[in-house]
């Protein structure tokens, strides 16, 4: 029976819409541009170094969680309302993952198996309320709402877009290329 290691997250409003989850020491990985691109069409995208995900708003704090487990989960979040999953790969070099945005991230999610690839299962929920709500601060906005108004639709609708990342060990990375020119 699959077991949960860990679970860690964070609630914010992600820069330019992105949530990465990724190598502590990866970024900005060739294949960048076209993974953002597929991941504005499908909610998220991986170029196998980084998994991007894209949010449908940036005005109410989205919440993102990231579990790590010892196998492939086998529980159906399907009855908790989540979509997915969408499968992804991801290469680890370093054995320590982080998630978030440019402003901020959390680091220290660390499997106990270390470097490796890993599998991730992406689940989601509460994006098309996340939207409505975006669209009624709007119209908020536009009518010269006060702040306070604002900010207290932006508490009562915190975290209604939730992501969930489940992370589990697959294989040891392939040889690095340029170690084999050696």
């Known amino acids: 029976m699959p077991t ?11 820069d330019y819409r992105m949530v990465v ?7 900005a990985a060739v294949g960048s541009t076209a993974a953002i691109s597929e991941a504005s069409k499908n909610v998220a995208a991986s170029t196998g170094y980084e998994i991007y995900i ?5 005005l109410i704090e989205v919440r993102a969680d990231v579990e790590l487990w010892d196998a492939v989960p086998d529980d ?12 992804f790969d991801l290469d680890c070099p370093t054995g ?16 106990p198996e270390g470097p490796g690839r890993y599998a991730v299962a992406l689940f989601h929920r509460g994006r098309e309320q996340a939207d409505g709500a975006r669209y009624e601060i709007l119209k908020v906005m536009g009518a010269d709402g006060d702040d306070g108004c604002i900010a207290d639709l932006q ?17 040891d990375l392939p040889p690095d290329e340029d170690d084999e020119d050696l």
Do not use: F, K, N
Request: neutral net charge; hydrophobic residues 35%; proline residues 4%.
């Open 21 to 27: 989850l990724r190598d502590v020491y990866c970024d």
């Open 4 to 14: 949960r290691h860990s679970r860690h997250g964070l609630s914010l409003r992600p």
């Open 54 to 58: 894209v949010v449908r708003q940036d």
């Open 155 to 171: 508490r009562q609708h915190y975290g209604i877009e939730q992501y969930l990342m489940r992370i589990w060990w697959q294989a």
């Open 96 to 111: 320590s993952l982080q998630v978030g945005d440019m402003g901020g991230a959390i680091t220290g999610i660390d499997p």
């Open 76 to 87: 159906d979040l399907s009855a908790y309302g989540w979509t997915g999953p969408l499968m």
